[in-house]
Nanobody, 121 residues
Framework: QVQLVESGGGLVQSGGSLRLSCAAS????????MGWYRQAPGKQRELVAS???????DYADSVKGRFTISRDNAKITVYLQMNSLEPEDTAVYYC???????????????WGQGTQVTVSS
């Protein structure tokens, strides 16, 4: 079993900041990538940012320069620092990780339960 537990969502005014956290736990041998997706009402889930265990990061064009992803490999935790938030950033944010379990050869794709981020204008 692998669990991803998110925290840090909430309501913020336009221009404000929030920091999301996601901690992985369970029968983990190796974490390959960790990242964040979001889904706004009526829209498809989209990648926000992801980072490999080696530190290579990718960002959606819409968040470049405003959001920063970081990882604490020792704590198996990924963070998303969100600055200069805009109403268009309002969505449910999901943590995602590609993890190899100790009892499995192939890695699996795991998701958190989601945390709501609401940006008011």
């Amino acid at each position: 079993q692998v669990q991803l537990v998110e925290s840090g969502g909430g309501l913020v005014q336009s221009g404000g900041s929030l920091r999301l956290s996601c901690a992985a736990s369970g029968n983990i041998r190796r974490v390959i990538t960790m990242g964040w997706y979001r889904q706004a009402p009526g829209k498809q889930r989209e990648l926000v940012a992801s980072e490999t265990s080696g530190g290579s990061a990718d960002y959606a064009d819409s968040v470049k320069g405003r959001f920063t992803i970081s990882r604490d490999n020792a704590k198996i935790t990924v963070y998303l620092q969100m600055n200069s938030l805009e109403p268009e950033d309002t969505a449910v944010y999901y943590c995602n990780a590609l993890i190899q379990r100790r009892d499995s050869f192939l890695p699996g794709d795991y998701w958190g339960q989601g945390t709501q981020v609401t940006v008011s204008s």
